[in-house]
T-cell receptor
Framework: DTAVSQTPKYLVTQMGNDKSIKCEQN?????MYWYKQDSKKFLKIMFS???????INETVPNRFSPKSPDKAHLNLHINSLELGDSAVYFC??????????FGSGTRLTVV | AQSVTQLGSHVSVSEGALVLLRCNYS??????LFWYVQYPNQGLQLLLK??????LVKGINGFEAEFKKSETSFHLTKPSAHMSDAAEYFC???????????FGKGTRLSVIA
C-alpha cells in the first residue's frame, strides 16, 4: 500500500489552463504539505495544512489554491498555468514522532 | 528562521572510496535533522534522521550521520561507495518534527568505476 500517493504522475498542459493534482495519505498523519522542486532540484515549501487547516502559505501566487477536504487529502489546484509553473510537485505528510513521508511527485510541464 | 547549507553541489568519488557529504544548519531551537536521497525521476527517500538522543545516527544502505551541535553540522558518510549510490542527496531541518522541512540545495553524488 502506497503511504502517500499523488495523481497524476505526469501532467502536460497548455498555458492558461487550470489543473489539479491530488494527494492522499493512509498513514494517519495530521499534517500535510506541498513542495515545489524546480529545474535546479531546489525543494521549497508551498503550503502546510494541519488537521485540514492552512498553517503556512509561503510566497506562492494566488493562482495556486490548496484544498483539504479531510485529514487524509490535500489537493492542489492551479489556475491560469504559466510556463514558470513547470516543475515537480511533491506532497508529503508528517506526524510528531513519525517523521515525514513524501509522495513520488507530479511532473508538471506547461507548454 | 531555519536554513541548511550543503557544501558542494557535486561530489565525485571512486567506487569503494569514502563518501562524505557536508551539511550545516541554522536553527534557533534544537533541530530535527534529516537526510533524503532522490534517484533520477523518483521521489524522496529517507536515509536517516536525528531527533534526540544518540548523536551518531545510522541509516539505510550503510549511511550514517553525526550531529555536532558545536559545529552546527550533520554530515553524511558512507565508508565505501557503490555505483548504486549515485543520486541527489538532500539535507533538511525542521523545528519540531511536525513543521515544514527546510531543505538544502542538494548535492549530486557521482560514483566512478
Amino acid at each position: 500500500d502506497t503511504a502517500v500517493s499523488q495523481t497524476p504522475k505526469y501532467l502536460v498542459t497548455q498555458m492558461g489552463n487550470d489543473k489539479s493534482i491530488k494527494c492522499e495519505q493512509n498513514l494517519g498523519h495530521d499534517t500535510m504539505y506541498w513542495y515545489k522542486q524546480d529545474s535546479k532540484k531546489f525543494l521549497k515549501i508551498m503550503f502546510s495544512y494541519n488537521n485540514k487547516e492552512l498553517i503556512i502559505n509561503e510566497t506562492v501566487p494566488n493562482r495556486f489554491s490548496p484544498k483539504s477536504p479531510d485529514k487524509a487529502h490535500l489537493n492542489l489546484h492551479i489556475n491560469s498555468l504559466e510556463l514558470g509553473d513547470s516543475a515537480v510537485y511533491f506532497c508529503a505528510s508528517s506526524r510528531l514522532g513519525d517523521g515525514y513521508t513524501f509522495g513520488s511527485g507530479t511532473r508538471l510541464t506547461v507548454v | 528562521a531555519q536554513s541548511v547549507t550543503q557544501l558542494g553541489s557535486h561530489v565525485s568519488v571512486s567506487e569503494g572510496a569514502l563518501v562524505l557529504l557536508r551539511c550545516n544548519y541554522s536553527s534557533s531551537v534544537p533541530p530535527y535533522l534529516f537526510w533524503y536521497v532522490q534517484y533520477p525521476n523518483q521521489g524522496l527517500q529517507l536515509l536517516l534522521k536525528y531527533t534526540t538522543g544518540a548523536t551518531l545516527v545510522k541509516g539505510i544502505n550503510g549511511f550514517e550521520a553525526e550531529f555536532k551541535k558545536s559545529e552546527t553540522s550533520f554530515h553524511l558518510t558512507k565508508p565505501s561507495a557503490h555505483m548504486s549510490d549515485a543520486a541527489e542527496y538532500f539535507c533538511a531541518v525542521s523545528e519540531s518534527g511536525n513543521t515544514p522541512l527546510v531543505f538544502g540545495k542538494g548535492t549530486r553524488l557521482s560514483v566512478i568505476a
